[in-house]
């Protein structure tokens, strides 16, 4: 025994027996709510799922105290965004300008273009000689001063031609572009800060010019007469004259200066902004990068600068953004995909097509296998269709009239048009139709992994998450109106069950009601909202109701996950198509509908419905007195596509599958190469008992456990001299460390178990 552990105790092994002890993942301290726009909503909205789920699992349970730990810190820091916060998106805007009036402080040649907030932030794009990291670090400190003398920004308004004179007096050819491109009259302008070209006389006090210019100028609204007392000044701007009005209680007294060249720096602006530079704290502002970007996004304009920069209302914000940024790069999947050899996307191949290398195609396999025993469980039969169809069929679909920007050309095979597909349902209602249906035969459920094609700008695809061929995990049931309730009740607890297996358990969930336009009568609409409400009561989520946010051909259910860093993510869409009555849009209708299986990819703009549009696929079935009606189609995605699916498990794991999800479980490692027949022994036994395990050698054992580490593998077998003979591994387990000596034949037990119940080994 003490031979065979004897090199597991070599100081060179220590370090990485702590680091065995770590945890899963180190957690950020805030979540990062997109688009919250209203209060409390994720308290609402967020449904957790029964904690005494028989499903629940160690991972899971890991994965769950993450989560809640996580909920903890959230609801000390919920970062605000644009959206949500008014005073946040003024701070940013400042920002911009700031950044711009410090880099013409400090780089006088440095022309001005745009400067928009954006997410987080905020960027301006100048004309001037490349920037490196050095020359942020100056800019931002420019910033400070200008931020720490508490400039006002102050709005005016001239006319056109005023601020072509303006703009030419500066010279700032880009700004003169921007105006020309500015629609609406009249013109505004901000300055920040102001200081007066002539003293003027107030009454009978007289304030000089020193009290108004910079850098005397420090607190905005108060102006100190030395010895006069201190007033509040207001300062109008009107037709390039200033006003300044002092309140003397209950008087106020206003005094014009004419032709003032009053300002410091100024740019032309719609607003909002913050009322003083020193609203922003300087403390909550960092400037992140610097990257060159074409004139108005042309390639043929000129290349210019932009600085990107991040602001916040406080240094707490601005610190658990950086964190979260961090983790998020530590776990971004393009970056875990290649370092874990998981997938890639080739560029002799084209953008937006995802080749799954064998550890990604196994993790693939393996959802894949558990997507279809679920469903075949569940009453669902499995389809294969094909990939590409006659072009007719996407006429008689109604897709070439409205989805047409989003699919391929077309090609022609002995002179016909072929395209591929962009969605599964016609496939599916194609299948339907191939025999009557009785209304004895539903509900009829059908899914398939179903691999699509759409179109996305070069510029929009984004690894896993945008791509241009995809799998949707895709299903649609066909019912009776009564069966409605059930069918969406039995599909929310099909998505429970899938999601719960990698940890996702808890939900935000939305039901969208009827939207002011809308096909199908008010009975419809009412009754099919009801069957979704009443599925989502019986199941005992939560939810958030967005009154008039359903799609104008029926109402439906958003589900989106949280992952373990507080992101959320939609994936899973359910929707009734309600129309019984106006048949022959049915199934155009339902097409629509399928551009938000997938809501990522969906097209923002829906297709206008024309419902002149002759009948389409007559979709029928025989009820109890022999007479044709239509079905009720339930469209559902649960995954939503796997690529994307698969993107999202990596960053939520950061690559650190469970056991019985890892590409590979085991890794055995000898300790020296004369061990390595048996090795291969051990490997071929694990690998005869469905466990996916890999033997590498030919490196000092420290390197190679190292290597297992950096590869996430959550299981080595480490065999020397005294493992051969006692037919025994010594098992690390990444994280549960070591684990001591076992015989080969409770290793892999172990590992069966923890497989099949999806436990930690
Ligand atoms: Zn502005
Ligand atoms: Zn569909």
């Known amino acids: 025994m003490a031979a065979s552990n004897s090199f597991l105790s070599t100081p060179l092994l220590k370090p990485s027996v702590s680091h065995f002890a770590k945890p899963l993942v180190s957690i950020p301290i805030f979540c990062l709510y997109k688009n919250m726009k209203k209060k409390n909503m994720h308290a609402k909205a967020s449904a957790v799922a029964a904690d005494s789920s028989e499903t629940a699992i160690l991972q899971n349970d890991s994965i769950e105290t993450k989560t809640t730990n996580l909920n903890e810190k959230t609801e000390k820091l919920v970062l605000p965004t644009n959206d949500s916060s008014g005073k946040l998106l003024r701070i940013r805007h400042t920002c911009a300008h700031v950044m711009a009036m410090a880099v013409q402080k400090l780089y006088p040649d440095a022309k001005v273009t745009i400067g928009p907030w954006i997410d987080n932030g905020f960027y301006y794009d100048f004309d001037i000689e490349p920037l490196t990291d050095k020359d942020l670090k100056r800019i931002k ?37 921007i105006l020309e491109s500015i629609k609406e009259d009249p013109i505004t302008i901000y300055h920040i800060a102001l200081g007066f070209s002539e003293p003027f006389l107030y009454g009978s006090i007289s304030l000089p010019l020193l009290y108004f210019s910079p850098p005397s100028y420090v607190a905005p609204f108060v102006i100190d007469t030395k010895g006069f007392g201190k ?7 009107s037709k390039g004259e200033i006003i300044v009005e002092m309140n003397m209680g209950r008087e106020r007294w206003g005094k014009k200066i004419r032709g003032s060249r009053c ?13 003083t530079t020193g609203n922003i704290d300087r403390k909550a502002v960092e400037l992140e990068s610097v990257a060159g970007a074409y004139w108005r996004g042309d390639e043929k304009k000129p290349m210019l600068q932009r600085i990107y920069g991040t602001a916040w209302e406080d240094e707490e914000q601005l610190k658990a953004y950086l ?103 016609p496939y599916h209602i194609l299948v339907y139709k191939r025999k009557l249906n009785s209304y004895r ?10 691999t699509v094609y759409r179109y996305e700008l070069s510029g929009s695809l984004h690894g896993l998450f945008r791509v241009r061929g995809f799998t949707q995990d895709d299903a649609h049931i066909f019912c009776l109106e009564d069966q409605i309730k059930d069918e969406i009740r039995g599909v929310l607890d099909l998505t429970e069950e899938m999601l719960l ?42 939810y958030e109701l967005d009154e008039g946010g359903g799609a104008f051909y029926g109402p439906k259910i958003d589900l989106k996950i949280e992952d373990a860093l507080g992101r959320k993510w939609q994936c899973s869409t359910i929707q009734a198509i309600s129309k019984l009555k106006i048949v022959e849009y049915a199934h155009r209708l339902e097409l629509l509908g399928c551009l938000y ?84 022994e051990v490997r071929n036994k694990l690998k005869a008992n469905s466990i996916r395990a890999e033997v590498c050698h030919g490196e000092r054992l420290p390197k190679l456990i190292r290597n297992a580490e950096k590869q996430k593998i959550p299981l080595m077998a480490v065999v020397g001299p005294k493992e051969v003979e006692m037919q025994t591994v010594t098992v690390r387990s990444r994280f549960g460390g070591e684990l001591g000596t076992m015989m080969l034949d409770d290793f892999i037990s172990r590992i069966k178990s923890a497989t099949e119940n999806r436990t930690s080994f």
């Open 441 to 450: 035969d539903f509900p009829i459920r059908v899914a398939e992994l179903g």
């Open 231 to 237: 007033y509040l000044l207001d300062f109008v701007v």
């Open 323 to 425: 964190h979260f940024k961090e983790e998020a790069k530590r776990r971004d999947h393009r970056r875990l995909g290649q370092d874990l050899d998981l997938f890639s996307i080739q560029e002799e191949a084209g953008g937006g097509l995802v080749f799954w290398h064998p550890k990604g195609a196994i993790v693939r396999n393996i959802i894949e296998d558990s997507w279809k025993k679920i469903h075949i469980e569940r009453g669902y039969d499995l389809l294969y269709t094909p990939h590409v169809a006659r072009a007719d069929l996407w006429k008689i679909s109604g897709h070439l009239d409205f989805y047409r920007e989003n699919m391929y050309d077309q090609m022609n095979i002995e002179e016909e048009l072929y395209q591929l597909r962009p969605m599964n349902c």
């Open 501 to 542: 297996q990698f940890g996702f358990h808890k939900y935000e969930v939305n039901l969208s009601t009827r939207p002011e336009k809308a096909v199908g009568g008010d009975d419809i609409w009412e009754k099919a909202t009801s069957a979704l409400r009443d599925a989502l009561d019986d199941k005992g989520w939560s």
């Open 597 to 680: 299986h997938l809501s990522p990819f969906a097209h923002p703009k829906l297709p206008v419905v024309d419902f002149n549009l002759p009948q389409r696929f007559d979709m029928t079935y025989v009820d109890s007195n022999s007479e044709k009606k239509r079905p009720i189609m339930i469209h559902r995605a649960v995954l939503g596509s796997l690529e994307r699916f698969f993107g999202v498990l990596i960053e939520h794991y950061v690559g650190d599958f469970p056991l019985w999800l890892s590409p590979i479980q085991a890794r055995v490692l000898p300790v020296t190469d004369i061990q390595l027949e048996y090795c291969n």
């Open 263 to 275: 300002n410091e720096w100024w740019d032309l602006c719609a607003g909002p902004h913050v009322e």
């Open 141 to 177: 400190k420019e910033m400070d001063r200008i931020i720490a003398r508490n400039l006002p920004l102050i709005r005016e308004e001239v006319s056109r031609d005023e601020a072509q004179r303006r703009i030419m007096a500066i010279n700032e050819p880009y700004k003169m572009e």
